[in-house]
């Protein structure tokens, strides 16, 4: 059974900082990319930030500049650095990623259950 856990959401004032952790447990063969995606209340779920086995990434234009995404393969985590954050980043964060469970099974997508992030002006 493969999880995606998230942490470090929380409150914070405008231009503060926050840094999210999404770690994968469970049976795990192979992690390709993995991401953040977010839910603001009454919109759709959007691509935040990706990042690629090989350590490429990309961006929301919305977020250049400010996030930083990165992964420690060996520990199977995903981090997003927040740095002067506004009040429309508030949304709930969610850490995605395809995953191979084993050698012989196909490729599966799994989302962690969201990791809540306000921004007060």
């Known amino acids: 059974q493969v999880q995606l856990m998230e942490s470090g959401g929380g409150l914070v004032q405008a231009g503060g900082s926050l840094r999210l952790s999404c770690a994968a447990s469970?049976?795990?063969?192979?992690?390709?990319?993995m991401g953040w995606y977010r839910q603001a209340p009454g919109k759709q779920r959007e691509l935040v930030a990706h990042?690629?086995?090989?350590?490429?990434?990309n961006y929301a234009d919305s977020v250049k500049g400010r996030f930083t995404i990165s992964r420690d393969n060996a520990k199977n985590t995903v981090y997003l650095q927040m740095n002067s954050l506004k009040p429309e980043d508030t949304a709930v964060y969610f850490c995605?990623?395809?995953?191979?469970?084993?050698?012989?099974?196909?490729?599966?997508?799994?989302w962690g259950q969201g990791t809540q992030v306000t921004v007060s002006s």
């Open positions: 990042i690629t086995s090989g350590l490429s990434t």
């Open positions: 469970g049976s795990i063969f192979s992690i390709n990319a």
């Open positions: 995605n990623a395809p995953i191979r469970p084993s050698r012989w099974s196909g490729v599966y997508d799994y």
